[in-house]
């Protein structure tokens, strides 16, 4: 299968969207008292965008700027600051999975070659979903699937 337009759209879109993430988790950092999560949550976020950052190289796909993205993930912690900690952990285990799905079909649309390297975003949406679930059961040990992740 060659890379379509489409695809490479899209993959270039859920690379901004991993940069925004980051920004979005440590500008969260100020509104919850769990800085230490949010900051590996952050770490995840970069870690799934350095993943694909080869399949932008191998097809001349060029981001936008990293201040602009930044600007725009700081721009989304409005939607959560006033929630607590355990409405934000339900959000993500409720919102994510979408995610995930999102995350399926670009891998349908990619190259067999690209596959490993996609593998990467489906598995970091995984691991913070994992996380969440965790939280909200009281886990004392909720962030191992983000080490484990940021371990792979």
């Not at 870690?47 to 950052?53: D, P």
């Not at 799905?101 to 649309?109: C, G, H, I, P």
């Not at 886990?139 to 983000?146: I, K, Q, R």
């Amino acid at each position: 299968m060659r890379a379509t337009d489409k695809y490479l759209k899209t993959l270039l879109s859920y690379y901004e969207e991993e940069i925004e993430g980051e920004a979005y988790f440590y500008g969260l950092v100020d509104h919850f008292e769990e800085q230490e999560k949010l900051t590996v949550l952050a770490r995840v976020e970069r870690h799934a965008a350095t993943s694909v950052v080869p399949l932008l190289e191998k097809y001349d796909l060029v981001p936008r700027d990293e201040s602009e993205l930044k600007t725009r993930g700081e721009s989304y912690v409005g939607r959560h600051a006033s929630f607590d900690w355990f409405e934000f952990m339900t959000y993500i285990v409720k919102r994510y999975p979408d995610y995930l799905e999102d995350f399926t079909a670009l891998k349908r649309m990619a190259p067999e070659e690209d596959l490993y390297a996609l593998n990467s975003l489906t598995d970091h949406e995984v691991a913070a979903i994992e996380f969440a679930k965790r939280e909200l059961a009281g886990d004392p040990d909720s962030l191992a699937p983000l080490y484990d992740y940021l371990h792979q």
